[in-house]
C-alpha cells in the first residue's frame, strides 16, 4: 500500500501516461516494438530518480502490449509477435465492420489478464524472494543454466540454431574486460571493443533495424479497416465479455505461467487460442470473427508479459526480451534485481508494482480514448515512417554510451537480426545471453571457486541438485518425448 | 516466385560464418589461456567453451542443411533479388545517414536523410520531403537538446553553431 503513495505524485502521473502514449506508438509501429522502444527510451530516464524511471518504462511496457493488438485487428499485421494469434479472428472482426467490438475486447482482456498477474506477483513475489535469499552462487547459476536449457529443450526452432544463437549472445557478452582478471577478452586490438556489447544496442539493431529491413523486403503497405470507438460499443461488448469468464481464466493461467517460465508471451497467446478453441461452444466458428477468439489471446499475452515481469523481479532472471531490457536497466541504475532487492529496496519495489496496476488503468483509458489517433498513424506512408524509425533507433543507439560505434553497431546488429528472423534462428536467447551473460559467467566462476574445479557442486544439495536436474530435463526433453513416443508405438 | 537466392545457401553460408565466429573465439580464448589456474579459471576459460558450442552447432546446423535436400517447412527462397534489392534501398542510405553523422551532426544528416528517402523512394515532391525532414529533426532537437538536455552528436563540421549549441 505504501507504493502507491510513493507512485501517486503528479510527476509521476504525467509520465505514467506520457509513458503509456509513447509505449501505445512504439507497440503500433513496425520495428519499434516493446522491447526495443523500451531499449531506445532507456537512456533518456537517465536523469530521472529511479522510481520514476521505472514508473515510465513500465508504462511503456504497457503502451507496447496493449498496442500491438490494434494493429493485429485492424491491419492484420501483428505490432508484436505475440499479437499474430489476435489476428485469426479480430481482422475478420473488424472486416465485418464490427472492429470496434474487437478493440474493446483485446484492451478489456489485455486489461483483466494483466490485472490478474499483477495480483499475483503481488502476492508471490516476496515470497518467491525470501526463498531465494538461500541461493548462493552455485543455485544462481543452475537457474540461468535452466533458463538457458528450458530455451534449447522447449523452443520451437531447430535446437543447434538455439544453441547458436545463444552461444553467440555468451560471446558477445565476453567480449571487453573481463571483470575478474581485467585482461582484454575478445578485442583483436581493436580499442573501440573495450566497451564491449550492450544489450540495448543489439536490441535496437535486432529488432528494431531488423524489423524495418524485413517489412523492407515484403513490400508491405498498410491499408486498414476503419474503426469507429464509441462508449455505446464499448459498454456494449463490455455487456458480452462476461459470458467468456471460463475462457478468461483459462488463457490467464495459461499466460502466467508460460511468462515465468522464459516462454513468454508468444507461447502463451497461440496456446490459449487454441485450447479456447477446443474447449469453447462456438469453438468451429473461431477464425471467422468470434469475439471469444480475439479474448483468449489477449488475456494470455497481457498475463504472460507482465508475470515475466516476477522472475526479473525476484530472482533476476527475465522470462522475455523486454523484460531483460528493463532489468539491465536496473542494473544501470545500480539496482540488483534479485532477493536482496525486495529487503533493501522496498520503496522502489512496491512502487514498482503499485505503477503496474496504475499503468494498467492508464493504458486501458487511453487506449479506448485514442485509437483513431493511433490507428492514423498507420497510414504514414512507408517511405516517411522508415527514415524516421531509423534516425529515431540511431539517437536511441548513440544516447547508450554517447558513442558513435554503436550506431554502426547498431546496423550491423539489423542485418543480423533481418537473416537470423528469415533463417530461424531465434532472437531472444541471443538477447538474454547477452544481458546475463557476465552474471552467469561469474555465478559460474565463484561456484568453481568454491568447490575448486569440481562440477559436482551444482548437484551438492537438494536445492541445487534439484534445479541443474530440472535443467537437464528440459534440455533433453524433446529426445526424451521422440524417445517415450517411439516406445509407444512399440508396444502399440 | 522470382529468383533469388536459396535459402539452402543462405542456410549453409550462414553456419559457415557462425562456424568461423566460433573457431575465432575458440583460437583467442586459448591464447588467453583456457585452463584452470590455481586461484580459479583463467580468463578464457568461460569463452572457450562458449566458442566451442558455437562450432558444434554451426557444424550441426550445417549437416542438417545438406540434409534437408528439399525441406518442406522451409520457404524455397530466402529472398527475391527484388526483395533484396528493396532492402538494400533501405540499408545503404542509413549507412549514408550514419557516416553523415561524423560530419555534419545528427539533426542535419537525419534531415537530410528523410528529405532524400521521401523524394527519392517515395516520389513525393523536394519541398514535403524537406518540410517533413525538416519538422523531425526539429522536433528531436527540442526533444533532446532541450528537454532531455541530452546532447547528440553535431558533426566534424558544426554547421548548427550559430544557434549556440
Known sequence: MHGFSVVLTPYNLVLMFVGVFLGIIVGVLPGLGGANGVAILLPLTFSMPPTSAIVMLSCIYWGALFGGAITSILFNIPGEPWSVATTFDGYPMAQQGRAGEALTASFTSSFFGALVAIIMITFIAPAVASFALEFGPPEFFAVYFLTFCSFIGMGKEPPFKILVAMMLGFALAAVGIDIVTGQLRLTFGFTELLRGFNFLIAVIGLFGIGEILLSMEEGLSFSGKTAKLNMKIVLQTWKKLPRFWGTAIRSTIIGCWLGITPGGATPASFMAYGIAKRTSRNGAKFGTGELEGVVAPEVANNSAGTSALLPMLALGIPGSPTAAVLLGGLLIWGLQPGPLLFVEQKDFVWGLIASMYLGNLASLILVLTCVPFFAAILRIPFSIIAPVIVVICAVGAFTVNNAMGDIWYMLAFGVIGYAFKKLDYPLAPLVLALVLGDQAESAFRQSMLISQGDVRVFFSNGLVGSITSLALLALFWPLLAKMVARLRKGAG | ?165
Not at chain 2, 573465439?25 to 566458442?51: C, E, H, M, R, T
Not at chain 2, 558455437?54 to 545438406?66: D, E, H, K, Q
Not at chain 2, 532537437?141 to 549556440?164: C, D, H, T
Open chain 2, 1 to 165: 516466385m522470382g529468383s533469388g537466392i536459396s535459402q539452402r545457401s543462405a542456410e549453409m553460408a550462414v553456419a559457415l560464418l557462425t562456424l568461423v565466429i566460433g573457431l575465432t573465439v575458440v583460437i583467442a580464448s586459448y591464447q588467453l589461456g583456457s585452463k584452470w589456474a590455481n586461484d580459479g579459471p583463467q580468463a578464457g576459460y568461460f569463452p572457450f567453451y562458449v566458442g566451442l558450442l558455437i562450432c558444434i552447432g554451426s557444424v550441426a546446423n550445417f549437416v542438417a542443411c545438406l540434409r534437408n535436400g528439399a525441406a518442406t517447412t522451409q520457404p524455397k527462397l530466402f529472398a527475391e533479388w527484388e526483395g533484396l534489392r528493396r532492402v538494400a534501398a533501405v540499408l545503404v542510405p542509413a549507412m549514408v545517414f550514419v557516416a553523415g553523422v561524423y560530419l555534419i551532426g545528427i539533426y542535419l544528416s537525419s534531415m537530410f536523410y528523410i528529405a532524400a528517402f521521401m523524394v527519392l523512394l517515395g516520389k513525393y515532391r523536394i519541398w514535403k520531403g524537406v518540410a517533413v525532414g525538416f519538422g523531425v529533426s526539429f522536433v528531436l532537437f527540442l526533444m533532446f537538446e532541450i528537454w532531455f538536455q541530452v546532447l547528440l552528436p553535431k558533426g566534424a563540421y558544426n554547421i548548427l553553431s550559430f544557434v549556440g549549441h
